[in-house]
């Protein structure tokens, strides 16, 4: 059984036994990483390729004679993550920030931004415990040089926008994807 196939195994245990106390079975935010990783995947995979042209998983990779640690070194993508704090109080309108925020911060960012993640938080990891984040929004971009450079210009503008959706402050992290 493939991956996909064991994790919608236990998702179909986990929702008919509330009581699994496997310590694998993957909460629904687990599951929602789970398809975060395969979108991000999707969009690295056309950049990551070496002066070949093999691309870094791709079915030639093996053949280029390098480890995938190797291959997956090779092309560095930032990420820049935007954590909205949950609380008993917190109100976040998600149909906004996913139809009007993001797509705002795509157009001023322009051709620099390489994709962009939103995460709803739906629970967190012990049963029955609210999620310790509202929202999650991730943006990729080549470099951090490339995120300051788009978003710099911008960034009152769209700082400005986030009292439209939330009152929560948000929390930024930049990361570099290494997997």
């Not at 196939?5 to 694998?24: I, L, M, W």
């Not at 820049?80 to 795509?106: K, L, R």
């Amino acid at each position: 059984m493939n991956h996909a196939g064991k994790v919608e195994s236990r998702r179909a245990a986990a929702n008919a036994d509330s009581a699994v106390t496997d310590p694998f079975v993957m909460s629904k935010v687990s599951a929602d990483l789970d398809a975060d990783r395969e979108r991000v995947r999707d969009v690295l995979t056309p950049r990551c390729a070496d002066a070949r042209g093999l691309a870094c998983g791709g079915p030639d990779a093996e053949s280029s004679g390098e480890p995938a640690s190797v291959r997956h070194r090779r092309t560095s993508v930032i990420k820049v993550s935007v954590f909205y704090p949950n609380s008993a109080n917190a109100t976040f309108d998600m149909d906004y920030y996913v139809n009007t925020h993001m797509p705002f911060v795509q157009d001023r960012c322009g051709p620099a931004i390489k994709g962009v993640l939103v995460d709803e938080g739906v629970a967190g990891g012990a049963p029955g415990e609210g999620a310790p984040y509202a929202a999650i929004g991730h943006l990729l971009f080549d470099s951090v040089e490339d995120f300051q450079g788009a978003f710099g210009p911008h960034a009152d503008e769209i700082m400005g926008d986030i009292p439209n959706f939330t009152r929560i402050r948000p929390v930024v992290q930049i990361s570099e994807i290494k997997l």
